[in-house]
């Protein structure tokens, strides 16, 4: 059964700061990988959706990576600001449905 | 220029009293989700429709029906709602189920439930 795992829970830095955010899954026969990121109280925006094929997707600051053979994918957010704050949720597509991590909630503190 | 609209965005019933959620697209897509999310927790599918055919999740309550009456509209049915079930409902839609290379979900903004 597939399970997926994000670390950390939640995350506080300085804006201006390079950081990662960290997704785990356990069955590597996925046919992709999303991250979503959701505003409180709001719905769930895809950022990048990286193929089962592909190791990474760039869009603006973001760059996410696939690595299907550790069952690990990062999502990088250069100089990030305090609109970056949300929480940012990967997601699985795997088994014919998205199996979901808990999220990742993070503060950019002005 | 909204994609997936959810109405109403907050809703508030009491306990036991059946309440509809509406989802409807303007992407023509074939595939529509209901997902609960609860604080903090990742979304949870409850069910959903290729065209109409419906798929229900295993473990998806006998309290909640669902209704898609055209490619459009999608409507959630809480039959007796209880106060575990005040959550945000979230409605998706995509082109293909899941396993499409490439495709993706696009959400609406969601509605939260409150039960009192």
């Known amino acids: 059964k597939q399970e997926v795992t994000q670390i950390p829970a939640a995350l506080s830095v300085p804006e201006g700061e390079n950081l990662v955010l960290n997704c785990s899954f356990t069955?590597?026969?996925?046919?992709?990988l999303q991250w979503f990121r959701q505003d409180p109280g709001k719905g769930l925006t895809s950022l990048l959706l990286i193929q089962s094929s592909q190791r990474e997707q760039t869009s603006g600051r973001l760059n996410a990576s696939l690595d299907k053979s550790s069952g690990r994918s990062t999502l990088y957010i250069a100089a990030s600001q305090p609109g970056d704050s949300a929480t940012y949720l990967c997601a699985v597509d795997s088994n014919y449905q998205l199996i979901w991590g808990a999220g990742t909630k993070l503060i950019i503190k002005p | 220029d909204a994609m997936v609209i959810q109405n109403p965005r907050y809703q508030v019933t009491q306990f036991g009293k059946p309440v509809t959620l509406s989802c409807s697209q303007t992407?023509?897509?074939?595939?529509m989700y209901w997902y609960q999310q609860k604080s903090s927790q990742a979304p949870k599918l409850l069910f959903h429709?290729?065209?109409?055919?419906?798929?229900n999740e295993a473990d998806t309550p006998d309290n909640f029906q669902s209704r898609r009456p055209n490619t459009s509209f999608c409507f959630l049915d809480i039959r007796s709602p209880g106060l575990g079930d005040a959550a945000m409902y979230l409605c998706a839609t995509s082109r293909e189920t899941s396993g499409t290379p490439g495709d993706t979900q696009y959400f609406g903004p969601g509605t939260r439930l409150t039960v009192l």
């Open positions: 429709y290729y065209d109409k055919d419906f798929n």
């Open positions: 992407l023509n897509h074939n595939v």
């Open positions: 069955d590597s026969a996925i046919y992709n």
